[in-house]
C-alpha cells in the first residue's frame, strides 16, 4: 500500500489518496499500476503548489485550470520529480514554507529514475487529466444540477479534459520486431542453461540448477517477473499439476524493499510432468534449494545464501546470460520468454488445427487476460509473419508453376 503524504506533518493527503481508494483500487489494479499514478499525482500537487493554484478552491468556486497553466503542468511532466522538488525548494527559501508532497509507502520504494521519468510523459498526462476530472465530477454533486456554478463547473471540467486529452502523447507505433526467441534461439538458450553444460555462464552448482530451472519456468510459463517472484512452494498443486498465480500485498513473509506482484488476473497455470520433476529436484535435491533457503522462507525461488530472490538479482542472471552468450538477443529478458512462450503456444495450436478464435480464448485463458483483451493478436506476431511469410511464398511457386516459358 503506498500513500501520498505532506512530508511537513506526515499526515497523508485525503484527495490523492481517496482516489486512489476508491477509483484504482475498485478496479482491482496492480500496486505498480497505483503508484504510477500516485507518482503522476504527486508531480500534479508539487506543480500546483509551485504555482500557487488551490484546486480544491477553484472547485468550490466553479472553476478550474486555464489553458497556459494546462499547457505549463503538460511541458513539466517531461521532468524528473526530483527537479520539481528543487524548484519548490528554492521558492520555499524565499517563502519559508516547508511543505512537500512526497509519495510514502508502508514499505520503502526505490527512486524513480531520470530514463523513467522521460518514459511515463504520456502516461502522466493521462493520469493527471484523469485525476482532474474525477476530483471536479465529484466537486460537481455539492452544487445543484441547475445551479449557475454547477453549470459553470461542468463546462470547465469538460474544457480541462479536452484541453488535456488534446496533449497526451499518442503510442508510439510498435516497431517492427519481432519481439519472441527464434526456435533456434531457444534451443541454444537450452543448451545454455543446461546445468551440466561446459556453456552454462555460473559457477556455483544451486545458482546452475536455480537458473535452469529459472529459465523453463519464464519460457514454459510464461510468466511475468512480478508473478514470478512472488510464487511460493504452496502455490504449486502437485495433484492438479497448476501453479496458482495471486496477487498478495504488505503480507509479513514479504521482506524485499521492492516487492513483487501480479498484474494480470489471477488464475492457475498448468505445469507439464518434467517441469514438475525438474521443480521437486530442485526442492528436494541436496545441496540445491533447502540448503541455500532459510527456514522461514517460503518463496519457491530463492538467493544463494537465503533470501527470495530479488528484481535485482533476477536482472543480474539475465545479464550474465547475454553477455556470455552474445548469439543470444541483446533483450534477452523475462518480458521476452514470455512472448517466446505464447510463440511456443501457436506452433502447439497450429499442429491441433485451432480456429483463430479459439486460439485467442485459450491464450486469454492461460495468460490471465480479460476476456476482451486485444493481447492475443500483440503476444503472437511472431508467428503471423512466420504463416504470412509462408502463405506469400506458397502463392509464388504456384504462380510460377503456372507461368509457360517460353524460352528452352
Known amino acids: 500500500m503506498v500513500a501520498l503524504v505532506d512530508t511537513a506533518t506526515g499526515t497523508p493527503l485525503i484527495e490523492p489518496n481517496l482516489y486512489a481508494l476508491k477509483s484504482l483500487r475498485s478496479k482491482a489494479l496492480a500496486v505498480n499500476t497505483i503508484e504510477a499514478h500516485l507518482r503522476a499525482i504527486m508531480m500534479l500537487e508539487l506543480l500546483l503548489q509551485l504555482r500557487n493554484i488551490d484546486l480544491g478552491a477553484r472547485l468550490r468556486a466553479g472553476k478550474l485550470l486555464h489553458l497556459f497553466e494546462v499547457e505549463s503542468i503538460v511541458d513539466n511532466c517531461k521532468e524528473n520529480i526530483s527537479r520539481i522538488v528543487e524548484l519548490l525548494n528554492l521558492k520555499n527559501i524565499g517563502s519559508k514554507s516547508k511543505k512537500i508532497i512526497s509519495l510514502s509507502p508502508f514499505k520503502a520504494l526505490p527512486p524513480i529514475s531520470n530514463s523513467s521519468a522521460v518514459s511515463s510523459y504520456r502516461d502522466r498526462v493521462a493520469y ?9 465530477l465529484r466537486a460537481l454533486v ?3 444540477r ?12 469538460v474544457q480541462t479534459f479536452d484541453m488535456f486529452d488534446a496533449r497526451v502523447p499518442s503510442r508510439r507505433k510498435p516497431a517492427d520486431e519481432l519481439k519472441s526467441l527464434s526456435e533456434k534461439q531457444i534451443h541454444q538458450l537450452w543448451k545454455v ?11 556455483d552448482e544451486f ?6 530451472l529459472l529459465i523453463q519456468w519464464f519460457i514454459l510459463l510464461g510468466l511475468r ?15 492438479e499439476k497448476t501453479v496458482k498465480v495471486v496477487r498478495r500485498q504488505d503480507t509479513k513473509e514479504e521482506k524485499r524493499s521492492l516487492e513483487p506482484s501480479a498484474k494480470t488476473y489471477p488464475g492457475d497455470v498448468p505445469i507439464s510432468d518434467d517441469l514438475l520433476t525438474a521443480t521437486h529436484e530442485y526442492l528436494t535435491e541436496e545441496n540445491l534449494r533447502p540448503s541455500q533457503a532459510n527456514d522461514d522462507d517460503v518463496f519457491l525461488f530463492v538467493a544463494r545464501g537465503g533470501g527470495a530472490l530479488t528484481f535485482s538479482g533476477l536482472q543480474h542472471i539475465f545479464r550474465t546470460i547475454r553477455e556470455k552468450n552474445p548469439e543470444l538477443p541483446r533483450k534477452l529478458s523475462p518480458q521476452l520468454c514470455r512472448h517466446t512462450c505464447n510463440y511456443i503456444l501457436s506452433i502447439g495450436f497450429d499442429k491441433e488445427g485451432v480456429t483463430a478464435t479459439e486460439e485467442a480464448q485459450r ?3 492461460l495468460m490471465r ?9 500483440y503476444y503472437n506476431r511472431r508467428r503471423i509473419k512466420e504463416k504470412a511469410h509462408t502463405s506469400a511464398r506458397r502463392a509464388q511457386i504456384e504462380q510460377y508453376a503456372k507461368r509457360q516459358r517460353k524460352c528452352t
Open 207 to 212: 545458482v546452475r540448477y536455480r537458473n535452469s
Open 193 to 203: 542453461i543446461d546445468p551440466c553444460s561446459d556453456e552454462n555462464p555460473f559457477k
Open 225 to 239: 517477473r512480478g508473478e514470478f517472484l512472488g510464487i511460493r512452494v504452496k502455490d504449486i498443486n502437485w495433484q
Open 363 to 365: 491464450r486469454r485463458v
Open 369 to 377: 487476460w480479460s476476456p476482451t483483451s486485444e493481447m492475443p493478436d
Open 146 to 157: 441547475n445551479d449557475e456554478q454547477y453549470l459553470r463547473l461542468e463546462a470547465a471540467r
Open 142 to 144: 455539492l452544487f445543484e
Open 128 to 136: 493527471i487529466r484523469d485525476y482532474i476530472n474525477d476530483r471536479a
